[in-house]
C-alpha cells in the first residue's frame, strides 16, 4: 500500500512540476508576444521570428543575461552592469528594438522585408550567420514556433 501511494504522490508531484515549467515558458511567450507584434509591423519581420529567437537564445526568459543585462538575443557591446563581453539594456523593449535594428541592416533584410514565411526568414538569417551551428539553431526556433503556435 505505501508504495502505491508513494507512486500516486510522484505521479501528482511530476505534473505539477511539469505543469509549472509549461506555464513558466508560456509566460516568456505571453509576456514579450505583444512587443514582438509591434516590432514585426515597424521592421517587416514576422513576429514568431523574434519572438522564437529571444526564446531559443534566453531558454525562455532564464537565461543570466535576460536577467540581469535585459539582453534577449546575446547581443555583444557595451555594458554598464558586470565585466561580461555581452550588452546591457535599460529594458527588454531596447533589446527587442537592437535586435530588429540589426537584423534590418543586413543584406537579406531588404529582399524579406514583409514576408510572412518565417521558414524563409530562418534560413536567411542562419545563411549570414548568426548562429555558429545553423542547421541546429533551425530546428530550436523550428521547436519553438511550432511548440507555441506563432
Keep these: 500500500m505505501y508504495c502505491k501511494n508513494f507512486s500516486i504522490r510522484l505521479l501528482i508531484i511530476s505534473i505539477l512540476f511539469f505543469s509549472l515549467k509549461i506555464s513558466a515558458q508560456n509566460s516568456y511567450i505571453n509576456q514579450h508576444k505583444q512587443l514582438a507584434t509591434e516590432l ?11 519572438l522564437s529567437i529571444a526564446y531559443v537564445e534566453t531558454g525562455g526568459g532564464n537565461s543570466k543575461h535576460a536577467q540581469t543585462l535585459n539582453n534577449h538575443f546575446g547581443m555583444v557591446g557595451k ?50 550567420g548568426y548562429a555558429g551551428k545553423p542547421t541546429e539553431w533551425k530546428q530550436k526556433i523550428n521547436t519553438v514556433i511550432k511548440k507555441f503556435g506563432l
Design 40 to 50: 514585426s509591423k515597424e521592421f517587416g519581420i514576422p513576429s514568431a521570428i523574434i
Design 79 to 128: 555594458n554598464t552592469v558586470n565585466s561580461s563581453k555581452f550588452k546591457s539594456f535599460e529594458s527588454s523593449k531596447e533589446s527587442f528594438r537592437a535586435f530588429c535594428e540589426m537584423i534590418s541592416r543586413k543584406k537579406y533584410y531588404q529582399k524579406m522585408k514583409g514576408n510572412l514565411d518565417y521558414s524563409e526568414w530562418l534560413n536567411a538569417i542562419a545563411s549570414a
